[in-house]
């Protein structure tokens, strides 16, 4: 296989989640933008895996796993960032979250 | 380039782009359906649509990542990502009572996001095609790639890393506890 294949395509998707980051609104939308991109990188380093045939240390495999896990996490405590933000202001939309401090009336909902 | 590629054992040499072969061919259409779901991920007009369709564009990638010879990876993703990393994302939008609005999705600098979007695809596929327009993986060589050799790469040579990703999942997993409760 041709390595300009897999390199074309994750090219053009790690534009689409870029563009996707930028333009979303919704902080949902725009963490999965951020996943896009991480595939993107995810399918550059298992061509190269395959490309430079690292059989001893699979590096590009091992890194893809590894961005994977870390992608996790980072989801994970995004969503947990995006629930608590929502939580102080009703609000997910990443243009109307201008303040550090919590909202007026403090929730107290718990 | 050419700095690389003397790390490389002889390849034989690679045959023309005008007859790609069954694997190319499941490739390009592969990453056709990515790309196609990626690009609806990204402009859907309901964030459930999009977890949904994140999920094709993840699947079709598992099935990229076979076509490479990399099993372990392309089954870590379907395990991950389409089990656990949508599953996160659907809850949240669902929490966060998702807005169906085809307006509040979007943000008004979109043409510029466009902008940016198109730049970077072209600048990137101008660089790799000046770089590896002859690069050739011969896939049919590929030995030793298998879930077997992923498992022995991880464990001889990355341990303590691996180590070290299992102590960052733990912290995330108390991190997300913390940031969610509403006591603390």
Do not use: K
Request: aromatic letters at 8%; a negative charge; proline letters at 5%.
């Amino acid at each position: 296989m041709h390595l300009l294949y897999p390199l074309v395509v994750s090219a053009l998707l790690f534009a689409l989640g870029l563009y996707g980051v930028l333009a979303r609104r919704n902080s949902v939308c725009v963490l999965m933008a951020v996943e896009l991109m991480l595939n993107a990188v995810n399918l550059d380093f298992v061509a190269f895996d395959a490309w430079l045939r690292d059989e001893i240390f699979h590096a590009g495999q091992v890194f893809a796993l590894f961005v994977i896990t870390i992608a996790a996490a980072e989801v994970g405590l995004g969503l947990a960032i995006v629930l608590a933000v929502f939580r102080d202001t009703q609000s997910v939309a990443l243009d109307q979250a201008r303040s550090l401090r919590d909202a007026d009336p403090p929730s107290v909902d718990a | 380039m050419t700095s690389v590629l003397f790390l490389l054992p002889p390849q034989p040499p690679a045959p023309s782009a005008l007859h790609p072969s069954a694997a190319e061919i499941v490739f390009v259409l592969l990453g056709l359906v990515a790309l196609g779901s990626g690009a609806l991920v990204v402009t859907a007009r309901v964030v459930v649509h999009a977890g949904l369709w994140l999920v094709v564009t993840l699947g079709s990638l598992a099935g990229c990542f076979l076509l490479l010879t990399a099993e372990f990876v392309a089954w870590v993703q379907v395990l991950i990502y389409v089990g656990a990393v949508v599953v996160l994302l659907l809850f949240a939008a669902m929490l966060t009572r998702a807005p169906t609005g085809p307006t509040e999705l979007n943000s008004a600098n979109r043409p510029i996001a466009a902008g940016v979007g198109v730049l970077t695809a072209v600048t990137l596929i101008t660089l790799l095609v000046q770089a590896f327009r002859s690069a050739y993986i011969p896939l049919s060589h590929a030995v030793g790639s298998g879930t077997a050799a992923t498992g022995t790469a991880v464990f001889r040579g990355y341990v303590l890393p691996f180590e070290v990703v299992s102590v960052l999942l733990l912290a995330a997993l108390i991190g997300a506890v913390v940031l969610t409760r509403r006591d603390v």
